[in-house]
């Protein structure tokens, strides 16, 4: 499971995309947030009901999918703001959460089988 959930940053550029890419990393912070506290509900309580843990799984999954849209569009904010120093550390920030969004991907696909 991911070790903690990602820190909101706040970004060095103005404009809106800085604006546009700071409300996405809010929904992003929410989602894997919940998808966590989803996790260790799931592995407090899957061996005493089986069939709610395979909905709470599905549950997981479609906030993932939620996330992965997320980190598209923060992905296309990155890569459209200026100046270039700035695109870069946006886009550093997406690879970041990139790389907590596969451990909690990993982690729910884990908890399904």
């Not at 959930?5 to 809010?26: C, K, M, W």
């Not at 989602?31 to 005493?48: E, F, I, K, N």
């Amino acid at each position: 499971m991911a070790s903690s959930t990602p820190h909101v940053h706040n970004s060095d550029t103005d404009g809106a995309a800085a604006s546009l890419f700071s409300t996405y990393e809010r929904q992003y912070a929410t989602t894997s947030t919940t998808v966590s506290t989803g996790l260790r509900q799931l592995q407090a309580s899957a061996s005493v009901n089986p069939s709610r843990a395979a909905d709470k799984v599905r549950q997981l999954e479609s906030h993932l999918k939620e996330a992965e849209m997320t980190l598209q569009r923060m992905d296309m904010e990155a890569r459209s703001a200026t100046p270039q120093a700035a695109s870069a550390a946006l886009i550093k920030k997406v690879k970041d959460y990139r790389r907590d969004y596969q451990t909690l991907l990993m982690d729910v696909r884990k908890a399904g089988q």
